[in-house]
């Protein structure tokens, strides 16, 4: 693959720029479809006219169709659109940057999305298609799989299409007490429903004391259930949350969070605290998964995209969250330079 694209840039350098074009026009037809012109130069922040002269080009070649209600993505355009994507992404370069970053982190797999959330907040969706796809490949009939809460969980739960057969989700922790929507156990019901599948919820909010946990656990036999089903889930897809701004959504106490500075907190995950090395300096009460459990889960799928969460990634990695990592250009490259210090 490496010397095709090398050998393309060489003999064709102008059609780098129009493969990639045609291949987001295609890609953002399938995320928003049907969708006028309007809203697709909108949203790709191109220009009407480029975007009028690439869709007919596509409607000519058979991979979008128009309707009154806008165009939408045949089914030979899904064919080229999967085929495409892995060559796209060696012609962006994309695929030497994952594999630098899975061995400086010590994952076994980076998937890197163009952008970043942090400058593009729609580039948040691309991450969670990116994610719901790496969920596809590793989905199979009869598993379990764990999800926690969050913004880019949501994105993904709305992206899934995998098809398999008798799947559980469950939420991989208590909730946060945030927007319904972004809770652990709504975005487990919406993945379940694409999936076609089943989910368990956990009516239990973050941070009950451990003693109040055992009472609960000792007299709650559906709680119990829930919680097994979740340290043995098959795969588990979490988030990673800035330290300060995760223990400030727990409201916990000011001097917690002053400790939490002082020892260095950089990223948070499932209610862990860790410093940029993965030390893990502290941890909320909360009945499902923790970090030095999840080297026993089938498959474990971190997904956090932005340049403000580099840091947060790293500390979460070497903390123990380490077979795949899904996230954007701009966290990946902001985690090279810190590697690099």
């Known amino acids: 693959m490496d010397k095709i694209v090398a050998l393309h840039r060489k003999?064709?350098?102008?059609m780098v720029a129009v493969i990639e074009d045609r291949f987001n026009i295609l890609r953002q037809i399938k995320s928003a479809q049907p969708v006028g012109r309007r809203a697709l130069a909108a949203a790709l922040g191109m220009g009407e006219r480029v975007v009028r002269a690439q869709v007919d080009?596509?409607?000519g070649a058979g991979f979008i169709d128009f309707t009154p209600l806008g165009m939408s993505v045949t089914d030979e355009g899904q064919v080229v659109l999967d085929d495409l994507a892995g060559y796209v992404r060696a012609l962006q370069g994309l695929s030497t940057l994952e594999d630098e970053l899975a061995a400086k982190l010590g994952v076994r797999r980076a998937v890197i999305v163009r952008g970043d959330v942090d400058a593009d907040p729609a580039s948040l969706r691309e991450l969670g298609r990116a994610a719901a796809g790496v969920l596809g490949e590793y989905l199979g009939d009869n598993m379990t799989v764990a999800v926690s809460g969050g913004a880019t969980m949501a994105w993904m739960a709305e992206a899934v299409a995998a098809a398999a057969r008798d799947v559980t989700v469950v939420p991989a922790r208590g909730g946060l007490g945030e927007k319904v929507e972004l809770q652990a156990n709504t975005i487990a019901a919406v993945m379940a429903g694409k999936l076609g599948g089943r989910y368990r919820m956990l009516h239990m909010p973050d941070g009950v004391n451990g003693e109040a946990l055992d009472v609960l656990l000792?007299?709650?036999a559906k709680l119990r259930t829930v919680d097994a089903m979740i340290r043995q889930a098959d795969v588990v897809l979490h988030g990673i949350g800035l330290a300060e701004v995760m223990a400030a959504r727990r409201v916990i106490a000011p001097s917690l969070m002053n400790e939490l500075r002082a020892k260095g907190a950089a990223g948070e995950a499932l209610g862990h605290y860790a410093t940029l090395d993965g030390e893990v300096i502290h941890t909320t009460d909360n009945i499902g998964l923790r970090l030095e459990?999840?080297?026993?889960?089938g498959r474990v799928i971190a997904v956090a995209g932005g340049r403000k969460k580099a840091a947060a990634i790293v500390a979460v990695t070497a903390a123990g969250s380490r077979d795949v990592l899904v996230?954007?250009?701009g966290a990946a490259l902001a985690i090279r330079e810190i590697l690099k210090g």
Do not use: G
């Not at 459990?293 to 889960?297: G, K, R």
């Open 293 to 297: 459990e999840l080297p026993a889960v």
């Open 218 to 220: 000792a007299h709650d």
């Open 57 to 59: 080009f596509l409607k």
């Open 327 to 329: 996230t954007d250009e």
């Open 11 to 14: 003999i064709a350098p102008e």
